[in-house]
Nanobody, 124 residues
Framework: QVQLAESGGGLVQAGGSPRLSCAAS????????MGWFRQAPGKEREFVAA????????YYADFVKGRFSISVDNAKNKMSLQMNSLKPEDTAVYYC?????????????????WGQGTQVTVSS
């Protein structure tokens, strides 16, 4: 079992640069891939970014390329999402997720463990 806990959300002005964190505990190992997803009100959950726990491979949704950066700190069992140049349309609940197996995936149903989510609200 892996437990995930997100932090770092809140109310941010457009153009702001918050950093989300995902603390992982339990049976973490290098054989995991991690991801960030988000869900805006009235919309389906969508993929944001993913990374191998080793940190050597990353993948981003087109709408965040060049603005968001995903990273892992293995020593601290933590994954982060640095968000820059935020827009009001980035407003959503952001979830971190982990999947067994080192291959990253953009599909939510490929992930085995999920955090509770953290709200990010971007004001214009």
């Amino acid at each position: 079992q892996v437990q995930l806990a997100e932090s770092g959300g809140g109310l941010v002005q457009a153009g702001g640069s918050p950093r989300l964190s995902c603390a992982a505990s339990g049976r973490t190992s290098s054989n995991y891939a991690m991801g960030w997803f988000r869900q805006a009100p009235g919309k389906e959950r969508e993929f944001v970014a993913a990374i191998r726990w080793s940190g050597e491979t990353t993948y981003y949704a087109d709408f965040v390329k060049g603005r968001f950066s995903i990273s892992v700190d293995n020593a601290k069992n933590k994954m982060s999402l640095q968000m820059n140049s935020l827009k009001p349309e980035d407003t959503a609940v952001y979830y971190c997720a982990a999947r067994v197996g080192s291959a990253i995936s953009i599909h939510g149903n490929a992930y085995n463990y999920w955090g509770q989510g953290t709200q990010v609200t971007v004001s214009s």
